[in-house]
């Protein structure tokens, strides 16, 4: 039983469990994303009318879980040039998407303001531009929207890390 199982077997020590661990892991988080976006896509196809935001944050997402599903047993060797551009994709993405101000106005009179792309977390109206967008900052902000928005970004870096190290592969081959 133990050749069947390596990782069950006592003389590899911790190295092998943590390892079988951290595999279980990764397959569990790329399932996870690959049904919140199934899910999300799901009901954004379903809508009276569908939000472009959403089907880019579900496409990410679901292809992000795919990669992190295939990737699960070995890892992928992304290299330097990948792992700093999937950094920057990551930490750029979160900045900029968490300031960008999405707006709508209402009837001419009345400004609203939405924070976050590609799902708003933060939402504020005023009578006018900058009181709204000032609302937005200062109100209330969902915690949900906010976290997955930092999938998404993580999803996006990712994803960037993967092709860049596939094509460096490729060009060495």
């Given amino acids: 039983m133990t050749d069947a199982y390596p990782a069950a077997d006592p003389r590899n020590g911790f190295g092998s469990w943590l390892r079988t661990l951290c595999t279980a892991a990764w397959v569990l988080v790329g399932g996870c994303c ?3 976006g ?3 896509g799901g009901r954004n196809a379903n809508a009276y009318e569908p939000e472009w935001n959403v089907s880019v944050f579900s496409s ?5 879980g795919i990669v992190m599903i295939a990737q699960a047993r070995q890892r992928p060797r992304t290299g330097r040039a990948g792992r700093i551009a999937g950094a920057i ?5 979160l900045l900029a998407g968490s300031m960008a101000p999405m707006q ?3 009837c001419d009179a009345f400004w609203s303001v939405s924070l976050g792309l590609p ?3 933060a939402t504020g109206g005023g009578d006018t531009w900058s009181q709204a967008l000032g609302d937005a900052w200062h109100g209330t902000w969902d915690p949900l ?3 997955a928005n930092a999938i998404f970004w993580a999803s996006a870096g990712m994803i960037v890390a993967v092709v860049i190290g596939l094509y460096q592969r490729g060009k060495r081959t």
């Fill in 34 to 36: 690959v049904a919140i």
């Fill in 38 to 40: 199934l899910y999300l």
């Fill in 60 to 64: 990410v997402v679901i292809v992000g």
């Fill in 89 to 93: 994709v990551t930490v750029v993405g």
């Fill in 104 to 106: 709508k106005t209402c």
């Fill in 119 to 121: 799902l708003p977390w």
């Fill in 145 to 147: 929207s906010a976290v």
